[in-house]
């Protein structure tokens, strides 16, 4: 069984949720990246999403686009991302480790290569926004060589046709899109994300990873039961970008503690 | 691939050859499915076809003129050239073509709102034109800097009841106005319909725009039998997106003796790093949902795009231009800048015609390729549109003073 597979099965078992932290590599440097995704790591995430930045992110809000910017302004690359991959990967043996992007910098580096290197730095998966099924059979082909997974999405726009044709296309976890909408914090989770969820289970037993505008530990508590993971994006990465590093450090640790204390059940902390 | 085979595509996952297909997040997957079939079902439906037909006749004025440049020929001293009048047709460019297919298109899948893109203001002037016309909403983006250059642009669609919404994230231009566009999309897609105006992004765009331009090329293709008795030796046109360069090649494909030229902008040079001359210096790659030749460095980060026309100012361009020129079909050259502005001045002093500076790239090479033919030779450029918009820059450009 594969690591995220392992890992998603034994929270089920523990009936909690797997909680997910995404930053932007390079944002607001490398080194801090490094440090803040350490912190996230002890703090209770299971696994980490490590965004490749992209000059032209169209499915991010705001937070994520900018820090997007200053990532590719502090000239950082794919190599980048993969170096601090297989870093995390020597001092956490257990933690899921995920590549998260857009299309066009992975085929600039060439998948063959970027299948090695995936294997090589022991990256657990890949999470590309604008790549559909009907686009993704060599990125599929080429991580499952390297034993990775090629997540794909669900969203409330996919009909229950749609749905089963996207489930039955690829393995691993199913990133679940929480609104129409781009990525950014939200007050409020879309009053119809547990019905698509619930909706979603009947089609298959592959674990609900949900995304987009989950920043609050009050949204995690709202979507346990339904959800087996949660991603918390936006949230983490306006934490990373604060100037004071003590605090930044500070807040991002408790941050990730809240979301892991609601991600297990334990409410009495909010 | 034969020339007429060229003519079948896209296949249905929107490819042409290997360009093309549709590069999107799931959340659009399904509206751009939608598009698909609702546009296969209703381009054949008589009904559709009447009033796009009459629209086209009546409200904008098709079929263009096709006029014999005599003054601009005179001057190139070689071949014949032709000027397809497109900055005739109402609104002031070919963009209101694809806008009034798409416009009908919006309202007969239900879609209370329509969104899209503008680079020179032409697009979005066309899409506020025709959504106050179907009684449509209507939120226009565009970048930053384009707002400032084409200003009047800006004034059009607002008169016509347009919401416009300056774009200020990256370039500040064409690239970052479609990212806007799409993040609207993503948003609003059940009750949104994003208006594409050019022949680029995912299918079916590139299909639907440049059905709706086609036009010109049928059009051109008719005229030259009428006026000449034969079909031009070779068609020239500016491309950015390509739609207008599209539109007036596709009847052609087929006929391998017409030349099909595409004139992209080289800005600065394409020495330098300010050009937006995609076909000729960028590498394949992935851009708005297309598979298609891009300007980007070497870790795939999309580069800025430079050219002194907005409507040319995009580091894409249209997958099936990129397929044309794969398979040899078309060739693509490239002009700066500075030939541009001598261009607008030239057909300004020898035919009276204030062309868009868009336009004034195709117009440039038309009087460049015609100094090499014969008399009996015929060229026909695609006078994509008209100049009014461009005065502020050509003043500045120029040092006019008044």
């Known amino acids: 069984m594969s690591r995220l597979n392992r890992l998603y099965e034994i929270a089920k078992q523990e009936n909690r949720v797997v909680l997910n932290i995404f930053l932007t590599v390079g944002y607001p440097d490398l080194s801090a990246s490094e440090e803040l995704a350490r912190i996230a790591l002890e703090s209770g995430a299971e696994v980490i999403e490590l965004g490749v930045p992209f000059s032209d992110p169209m499915a991010e809000g705001m937070t994520i686009q900018e820090s997007s910017q200053v990532a590719i302004d502090n000239g950082i690359t794919l190599d980048d991302c993969i170096g601090l991959a297989s870093r995390l990967r020597a001092d956490y043996e257990q933690a899921g480790i995920l590549l998260m992007g857009y299309v066009n910098p992975f085929i600039a580096y060439g998948l063959y290569k970027l299948g090695d290197r995936v294997r090589d730095a022991g990256i657990d998966g890949l999470v590309v926004a604008d790549l559909p099924p009907e686009e993704a059979m060599e990125f599929q082909k080429v991580m499952r060589k390297s034993d990775a997974i090629l997540v794909q999405f669900l969203a409330p726009t996919t009909d229950p046709n749609r749905a089963k044709i996207v489930i039955e296309s690829g393995d691993g976890f199913i990133y679940c899109v929480s609104l129409t909408g781009v990525t950014g914090e939200r007050d409020q989770l879309d009053p119809g994300v547990v019905d698509f969820l619930k909706e979603t289970k009947k089609l298959t037993d592959r674990p609900l990873v949900v995304g987009f505008g989950i920043s609050s530990a009050k949204h995690v508590i709202s979507l346990r039961g339904n959800a087996d993971g949660v991603v918390v994006g936006s949230a983490f990465v306006r934490v990373c970008g604060d100037t004071d590093l003590s605090v930044r450090n500070m807040q991002a640790g408790q941050l990730v503690r809240d979301l892991s204390a609601a991600a297990k059940g334990m409410d009495d902390v909010v | ?402």
Request: glycine share 12%; charged share 25%.
């Open chain 2, 1 to 402: 691939m034969k020339t007429k085979d060229l003519k079948e595509l896209p296949d249905g996952y929107g490819n042409f050859g290997v360009w093309g297909g549709m590069y999107l997040p799931e959340t659009l997957m399904p509206a751009v499915r939608e598009l698909d079939e609702s546009y296969r079902y209703i381009r054949r439906d008589p009904e559709f076809k009447k009033r796009l037909g009459d629209l086209l006749t009546h409200y904008a004025g098709r079929p263009t003129p096709l006029y014999f440049a005599s003054g601009l020929t005179e001057h190139a001293g070689g071949g014949q050239i032709y000027l397809k009048r497109e900055d005739l047709a109402h609104t002031g460019a070919h963009k209101i073509n694809a806008a009034l297919g798409q416009g009908l298109l919006a309202q007969m899948m239900g879609k209370p709102r329509v969104i899209a893109e503008t680079g020179a203001g032409q697009h979005g002037v066309a899409t506020a034109t025709v959504c106050s016309m179907l009684g449509l909403e209507c939120a226009i983006y565009m970048g930053d800097l384009d707002v400032q250059r084409q200003q009047l642009n800006v004034f059009r669609m607002k008169v016509l009841g347009a919401e416009v919404v300056p774009v200020k994230t990256g370039s500040k231009t064409l690239k970052d106005a479609i990212n806007e566009a799409i993040r609207d999309w993503v948003t609003n897609v059940r009750t949104t319909y994003y208006l594409l105006g050019s022949v680029a992004g995912p299918h079916p765009y590139p299909m639907i725009v440049r059905d709706f331009q086609r036009v010109i090329g049928e059009e051109i293709r008719l005229q030259m039998i009428e006026r000449i008795g034969n079909l031009p030796d070779a068609v020239v046109a500016c491309v950015g997106g390509g739609s207008n360069a599209i539109g007036a090649f596709f009847d052609f494909i087929q006929d391998e003796e017409v030349r099909l030229i595409g004139v992209e902008a080289a800005g600065c040079g394409v020495t330098s790093t300010r050009h937006a001359a995609t076909l000729e210096k960028g590498k394949p790659g992935v851009l708005h949902g297309a598979r298609t030749y891009v300007l980007q460095d070497d870790y795939g980060q999309i580069a800025e795009a430079h050219s002194i026309s907005a409507g040319l100012d995009y580091p894409g361009v249209g997958p099936e231009h990129t397929n044309l020129r794969e398979m040899g079909r078309a060739e693509y050259v490239s002009v700066t800048d500075d030939q541009a502005l001598e261009a607008l001045q030239l057909l300004a002093k020898t035919e009276g015609i204030i062309p868009a500076l868009e336009s004034a790239h195709a117009i440039y090479h038309a009087v460049k390729l015609a100094s090499t033919m014969s008399r009996d030779d015929v060229v026909v450029a695609n006078l994509s549109g008209r100049g009014d918009k461009d005065m502020g820059t050509v003043v500045k450009e120029l040092d006019l003073h008044i």
